[in-house]
């Protein structure tokens, strides 16, 4: 079984884990995404995504459970909610605004994010953020409403993609992308891709910045 470390950040020390030589056949994973169709799926991911079978999680289903219990504190199993392949491919100058600004996947603290990736270079990895003016680094659906609120009176956010702190965000922590290399945290966490500003935003496996992407649902 791969080892795994624990990240913690912000005020709230919310735990990132990190996992070296995630998968036993990574270069398989890379083999089946460059067949794959690939599709823009929805206004809010900035690139083409593609289904991915979930079964290739079977190898490494002890290490998963294992976190799932120890650190994210779920006693109840979970179940998979979405397996996809997915590929940053939409320059600077033509995201919407929303995708300028750090996320989060859903306000549900119970929804934990499984970041693979597959590309064979550092690809910038992925950022996690405070928002200055109200403090937030989690999103919650009591809190939601005002933090929405609050993001519209400061106005539209800057072009490009989100590179460290700046006047509204604060960034808390940082995991570089390593081939191999895998990422769980909770999707209410506030974060954004790293994408480096000499990127090629290539829409070919070989060459993007490939990831799977997996969402799982703690059960009640």
Same mark, same amino acid.
């Given at each position: 079984?791969?080892? $795994? ?47 991915? &079978? ?5 190898? @490494?289903? %002890? ?17 998979? @909610?979405?397996?996809? $392949? ?7 100058? &033509? ?9 989060? &996947?859903?306000? +549900? ?10 590309? +064979? ?5 992925? %950022? ?12 919650? +659906? ?18 490009? $993609?989100?590179?460290?702190? &700046? ?17 769980? $945290? ?19 496996? /070989?060459? %993007? ?9 703690? /059960?009640?």
């Amino acid at each position: 079984m791969s080892k $795994y470390s624990v990240e913690t950040f912000g005020h709230g020390g919310h735990p990132v884990v990190v996992i070296d030589d995630f998968h036993p056949d990574m270069p398989r994973l890379r083999r089946i995404a460059e067949p794959a169709s690939f599709i823009k799926l929805g206004p809010y991911y900035p690139g083409l995504q593609a289904p991915a &079978d979930p079964r290739h999680l079977a190898p @490494v289903g %002890a290490i998963l459970t294992d976190i799932f219990k120890s650190v994210f504190h779920v006693k109840t199993g979970v179940k998979l @909610v979405q397996c996809s $392949y997915s590929m940053v491919t939409t320059p600077d100058e &033509d995201l919407t605004p929303i995708q300028r600004l750090p996320h989060v &996947d859903t306000t +549900d603290p119970g929804r934990i994010a499984l970041l693979h990736y597959l590309s +064979d270079e550092e690809t910038g990895g992925t %950022a996690f953020y405070r928002h200055r003016s109200s403090g937030a680094e989690v999103l919650q +659906d009591n809190d939601f409403a005002h933090y929405k609120r609050v993001l519209e009176s400061e106005g539209e956010p800057k072009p490009g $993609y989100m590179r460290g702190s &700046d006047d509204r965000f604060e960034m808390i922590g940082h995991v570089a992308a390593r081939p191999n290399r895998a990422l769980l $945290y909770r999707s209410q966490l506030l974060h954004s891709g790293m994408i480096p500003k000499e990127f090629p935003f290539s829409d070919a496996p /070989k060459q %993007a910045r490939l990831t799977i992407n997996t969402f799982f649902q703690a /059960k009640p």
